[in-house]
């Protein structure tokens, strides 16, 4: 199994050099057209290095510290050192073969995260799945595939969940829909299994779970399940992920976004509270029992 290793994806390390090279240029006075000179480029060039948007190349990099007044020496290697780590493929590059373009952009964005909330109508958050539950969720879309891909689908999903477990993880705030308690994935032993497991997720000091009971009726996020990712990057953004099919939609417009962590927001205090969950989680277990 290809096992994340360290905290954060590559767009986390170009966020960081990004905003380092920013620092070095408004230091020295310089105008984003000047350092795009200096590396045969645009200004636009310039200012998606220093947001992070773009892979880097060490001879630009190399040639604006220069131009920054950064001679070879402690800094200098250090900074070229992270641009290394700003290039190397995220730990999800090993399944790229099972992976869809517009997924691995978001385990690149997930991976970086300081904290993920996010909202589930239908099934257990990814994070969150067992691995019988997940192979029966991958199933549904992907049964038709060659057993040899779907275990692949499903180690991937795995190696994912462990984000959550590793040195200095992410804050995980979930509100599931109590139809995701209610609907037998695979079956009603492997919902069991789930449940148990969300049940002692509970304990782990960064996961704070909800339930919103059909009682509740409707609520501002009724449409869908969304996310809500946010970095511990100044210069990043808040990102909402929706998901598709065959496809995803990132926002980070702020009016987007405060629309989402609007309604986010809203389920916190219309769902069931954290410290519910666990009576709620056994509840569903007796139920399953009869």
């Known amino acids: 199994m290809n096992t994340p290793q360290s905290n954060g994806g590559p767009i986390a390390h170009r966020i960081q050099v990004g905003a380092q090279l920013r620092q070095l240029r408004e230091a020295r006075g310089l ?20 947001l992070g948007r773009v892979g880097f190349k060490e001879r630009d990099v190399v040639d604006l510290l220069r131009l920054y007044g950064v001679e070879p020496g402690e800094e200098h290697s250090r900074l070229l050192a992270q641009v290394r780590e700003a290039n190397a493929p995220g730990w999800w590059q090993g399944y790229s073969d ?6 691995q952009n978001y385990l690149d964005l997930e991976q970086a995260a300081e904290l993920i ?26 049964g038709s595939r060659a057993r040899d891909e779907i275990d692949r689908r499903v180690e991937l999903r795995m190696a994912r969940a462990t984000v959550l477990t590793r040195p200095e993880p992410p804050r995980l705030w979930a509100v599931l829909d109590e139809a995701v308690l209610r609907r037998p994935i695979g079956g009603a032993d492997i919902l069991r299994g789930q449940i148990e497991a969300l049940l002692a997720a509970t304990d782990l000091p960064n996961v704070r779970l909800q339930v919103i009971p059909f009682r509740a009726g409707g609520h501002p996020a009724s449409g869908g399940a969304f996310s809500i990712l946010r970095f511990p990057h100044p210069d990043m ?54």
């Open 31 to 50: 105008t984003r057209a000047e350092a795009g000179w200096a590396i045969r480029g645009s200004e636009s060039k310039i200012s998606r290095i220093e």
């Open 98 to 103: 099972v992976l869809a373009p517009w997924f």
């Open 237 to 290: 953004s808040d990102v909402v992920y929706l998901e598709y099919l065959t496809s995803a939609l990132y926002l980070d417009k702020e009016e987007d976004v405060d629309l989402y962590a609007a309604a986010i927001g809203q389920l916190f205090i219309e769902a069931e509270p954290p410290q519910r969950t666990p009576d709620l989680l056994r509840a569903a277990l007796r139920d399953l029992a009869r």
């Open 117 to 142: 909330r996010t909202y589930e109508v239908q099934f257990v958050p990814g994070l969150l799945q067992t691995e019988a539950y997940a192979r029966a969720v991958i199933n549904l879309g992907h």
